[in-house]
């Protein structure tokens, strides 16, 4: 706290003159980063560099929409996205893009979201997993598992979006878990340093076989994936 008030209270010494693009972007970072983080003075300071004329960058928008997010602010990230359309962000930076699909994905503006994510064509994996974790979060797992089967790459990120979704969300734990293998065999392959996938999931597959009445048998991961898949039709 002592270093975020210090900093401060140096930005504010600094004259108006000397202000850069660079030394706004800085104090709005830091009051994003740090343990201490307060958006709110963080879009206080994004309020006074446009008062002051200072042209906002591809570094500010990032920063401005997670503050605009972190305070689930709808209509403060609405004005931020009417000023990155009128700049020119809004098509060239996916660091930009993915903030706005971000805010409206928080306040639950899942129309929104979609139509920013289908309009783009430099998705990145950050791009899919905001809207997943969006769908996941507004508990809507049928969209959630679509968009996740139409990923072109996925990562640790995506698969324990989809375990948090079926599992906490939803409550569907056999879902959770047939998700949890997957991304076991997906993440760390079917054996690793000799382990079994029973192991490599912590047991709860064979909590779920015996609880099956031993319809699966073994731990050959290709039996208990199909197996498995086909009881919970996700495939």
């Not at 994004?46 to 503050?67: E, F, H, Q, S, W």
């Not at 959630?144 to 375990?163: H, N, T, Y």
Request: net charge positive.
């Amino acid at each position: 706290m002592s270093t975020i008030k210090s900093t401060g209270q140096m930005f504010s010494q600094i004259q108006q003159a000397n202000k850069t693009i660079y030394t706004y972007n800085t104090m709005i970072k830091a009051h994003l980063s740090n343990s201490n983080t307060n958006p709110h003075i963080a879009l206080e300071i994004y309020v006074k560099m446009k008062r002051n004329g200072i042209n906002c960058d591809n570094y500010t928008y990032p920063y401005v929409l997670k503050a605009c997010k972190m305070i689930r602010g709808l209509w403060e990230g609405r004005q931020v996205h009417g000023e990155v359309v009128k700049v020119g962000f809004f098509d060239s930076d996916v660091f930009v893009r993915n903030g706005l699909i971000g805010i409206y994905c928080k306040c639950e503006q899942m129309s929104c979201s979609r139509f920013l994510f289908d309009g783009f064509h430099g998705k990145d994996l950050v791009s899919w997993n905001l809207m997943l974790n969006g769908y996941a979060e507004c508990r809507d797992m049928v969209k959630a598992q679509k968009l996740f089967d139409e990923m072109p790459q996925r990562g640790v990120i995506s698969w324990s979006i989809m375990i948090d979704g079926y599992g906490k969300k939803l409550g569907l734990v056999t879902h959770a878990r047939v998700a949890e293998m997957r991304k076991a065999v997906a993440v760390k392959g079917v054996v690793e340093s000799g382990k079994s996938v029973i192991e490599v999931v912590g047991g709860g597959v064979e909590e779920f076989v015996s609880g099956r009445n031993g319809q699966v048998r073994g731990d050959d991961i290709e039996e208990v994936l199909w197996s498995l898949s086909k009881m919970v039709d996700l495939e």
